[in-house]
């Protein structure tokens, strides 16, 4: 498993897909293990991304944090 996770981690696709297992889980500790992944993988793979991709990963990403945020502190 740890070598297929190396293996997705070079393809610039693999944040996306986190981004949509972040918005979409219902288990809390899959997106935060989703989010941490995001946060390690998007500097590494942003440049190579396509603007598309930048702007709807981008919004989605600060919408979602924003959403986290606002239940921590309820």
């Keep these: 498993a740890t070598a297929q996770l190396k293996e997705a981690f070079k ?7 986190l981004c ?5 889980s219902p288990n809390p500790q899959i997106r ?9 993988r998007v500097a590494k ?5 396509s603007v598309d991709l930048k702007e709807k990963y981008g919004t ?3 919408n979602r944090s924003t959403k ?3 239940r921590v502190s309820d």
Excluded: E, G, M, Y
């Design 11 to 17: 393809d610039p696709s693999v944040v996306p897909a």
């Design 68 to 70: 986290i945020t606002s």
């Design 45 to 49: 793979h942003w440049k190579k991304l």
């Design 32 to 40: 935060q293990f989703a989010a941490v992944l995001v946060r390690r």
């Design 60 to 62: 989605n990403l600060l």
């Design 20 to 24: 949509s297992i972040l918005a979409n």
